[in-house]
């Protein structure tokens, strides 16, 4: 997959307009349309994106991501998308959606198609929508796919569902939605060292500014170097001052400092909570370990 940050000639794409963040089960139909039917007609196909959440334009605040701008990007890739346009919300924001498709969509992609999800808003005061794409599409010689929404139990499938779902540790239903585990991945650094001295050695990572913070607590999850237990949080018994991602890789006693580590959620097991001594946390992560 190519990357491209600024708009250039590509002739002849199938689009897939959206911001993606989360890349989940919704997103991911609407790109595999793109890509489907760039496969069926002999042409290549395009994601055209932000680099940054329009929000961040708007209100001046970005709002808390699924993913990583890095792994937003590796999940697209892995669809199949031929070229990936990451482009600044800002260059745009005050073209009208006529403008919009027709000087940059259309002069510089002549798209073959374009799909959409089925609330996908575009241009200034969000004056395009599903119905402008359609009713341009015989006028600038593209087919149009507005696709459905996805929906899990009956729940529409949204990021802003799922990143409701994170912030209250709802990992499994989260994870249905966006069609795999919630991860963050990191380098590994060195903390207090404190969980050697009680028999659970821990590799700890910050956790990741941009995106969604989850409760402080304890959660089954695995990793690239085997099966885990992970406490988010500020670990109020050792009288943590700041909140820190560790993990304790089960049956694993190797020196991984300095390694990227990857950790994927399974579920929340309990909140986070001060024990009064050392051996009472040892007793409660035993416990933890052997409810996985």
């Not at 073209?95 to 498709?101: F, H």
């Amino acid at each position: 997959m190519k990357i491209f940050t600024e708009l250039n000639k590509n002739n002849n794409l199938s689009l897939a307009l959206g911001f993606f963040d989360g890349v989940h089960l919704g997103h991911k139909s609407v790109i595999k349309s793109a890509i489907d039917f760039a496969k069926q007609n002999g042409n290549k196909s395009a994601v055209i994106t932000f680099a940054n959440h329009p929000c961040c334009y708007f209100w001046g605040v970005c709002p808390k991501y699924i993913l990583t701008r890095n792994e937003r990007k590796k999940k697209i890739e892995e669809l199949g998308v031929d070229y990936l346009y990451e482009l600044d919300f800002e260059s745009i924001a005050g073209l009208t959606a006529q403008d919009y498709l027709k000087d940059i969509l259309v002069n510089h992609f002549t798209p073959v198609s374009i799909s959409t999800g089925w609330n996908h808003n575009f241009g200034a005061k969000k004056s395009g929508n599903v119905k402008f794409l359609q009713d341009n599409a015989k006028k600038y010689g593209y087919e149009y796919f507005e696709l459905s929404p996805q929906k899990h139990n009956n729940e529409i499938i949204s990021s802003t569902t799922i990143r409701k779902l994170l912030s209250e540790g709802k990992i499994e239903k989260a994870n249905q939605m966006l069609g795999c585990k919630f991860s963050i991945q990191g380098q590994i650094i060195k903390g207090n060292q404190i969980g050697r001295t009680i028999g659970f050695k821990t590799a700890n990572i910050v956790y990741p500014m941009e995106l969604i913070e989850l409760p402080y607590g304890v959660y089954s999850v695995d990793t690239n170097y085997g099966k885990a237990i992970a406490n988010f949080g500020i670990r109020p018994t050792i009288n943590g001052s700041h909140a820190i991602l560790e993990a304790h890789i089960l049956d694993f006693d190797k020196d991984i400092y300095g390694e990227q580590i990857k950790i994927n959620f399974d579920k929340m097991i309990r909140a986070e909570k001060k024990f009064p001594s050392l051996d009472a946390l040892k007793n409660q992560i035993k416990i933890d370990i052997n409810s996985i």
